[in-house]
């Protein structure tokens, strides 16, 4: 643990039924990080910020957001906290400057500084165009956006984003991380559930990869990757299958690249974070091809 850690959560477990979702995990993240929780689909991620944020009793274990213990404070926790779901939340027959005006109020927003708030925040992303359409009228990509800027009305101290820029354009992604860095700047802290290995090697300052419902590796972009090797070999074997090889420097990549037989067509580059997350989590999806007929 760390003294300046903002959520402290202790051998969470979430049971459904006979199905372990969350198996016995630690999560700390410190005040002022980004923090990336990054694993593939079925992983545990939702479930795990669905107890950080409170909306998700734990079998057991404890948390502690800033300090204070969810079963004690919910109340007081949940006006710290900012929550962008995976699932949307707005009122579809109404306005987005509507939805927004909402969930301020909701929040207590004083009603002088509604008006101001919701025009800062919609120019970040670009939705001013879009704020007196109807939610229903609204693409899935500006829906997100209603959402995030409803989320950051009460200026949030800490804040989780649930698979944030899914179903966003490329254009939208990188406007919503410019976001994200600035926030972050001005003292938000960040927690960020992705399966998208680029989102969390931009943005994040630890990432934690999460499969099966534990926790399976913990660092800075960079410590994982450098985990398993800073430099990687990537080649065809004799059937034709990806296969590679993971070497702490240059040199001795090369050198086993060279002794490569003919036709394996070697490729020497930077391990990246994608490397560390596939070999944590396994490179092969087993497909049943048995009545696929190519």
Request: proline letters at 3%; charged letters at 30%; one cysteine or more.
């Amino acid at each position: 643990m760390h003294v300046g850690d903002i959520i402290r959560a202790e051998s969470l477990v979430k049971r459904f039924g006979d199905f372990t979702a969350v198996d016995g995990i630690d999560v700390n993240v410190r005040r002022g990080e980004i923090y990336g929780f990054l694993g593939p689909n079925g992983a545990g991620k939702t479930t795990t910020i669905r107890m950080l944020t409170t909306i998700s009793r734990p079998t057991s274990g404890n948390i502690r957001i800033d300090g204070m213990d969810v079963r004690e404070n919910l109340h007081e926790i949940r006006a710290r906290i900012g929550v962008v779901h995976q699932q949307n939340s707005l009122d579809r027959d109404i306005t987005a400057r509507d939805n927004i005006i909402y969930h301020a109020l909701l929040q207590k927003v004083p009603r002088k500084e509604i008006a101001p708030r919701l025009e800062e925040l919609s120019g970040a992303v670009g939705l001013t165009p879009f704020l007196d359409r109807n939610i229903i009228e609204l693409s899935g990509g500006w829906r997100r956006k209603v959402m995030i800027v409803c989320t950051l009305m009460h200026k949030p101290s800490l804040l989780f984003l649930d698979e944030p820029t899914a179903g966003l354009d490329s254009q939208s992604r990188h406007a919503l991380w410019n976001l994200l860095r600035l926030l972050n700047k001005n003292g938000t802290t960040i927690f960020l559930t992705t399966h998208y290995i680029e989102e969390a090697e931009e943005l994040c300052d630890r990432v934690a990869i999460i499969d099966g419902g534990k926790i399976r590796r913990l660092g800075t972009p960079t410590e994982l990757c450098e985990g398993i090797g800073k430099i990687t070999v990537e080649y065809d074997d004799e059937d034709l299958l990806r296969k590679f090889r993971f070497f702490p420097d240059r040199e001795s990549a090369r050198a086993f690249a060279a002794d490569l037989g003919q036709g394996t067509l070697p490729r020497v580059r930077r391990t990246t974070l994608e490397d560390a997350f596939l070999e944590c989590t396994g490179r092969e999806v087993q497909w049943d091809m048995s009545k696929v007929v190519l």
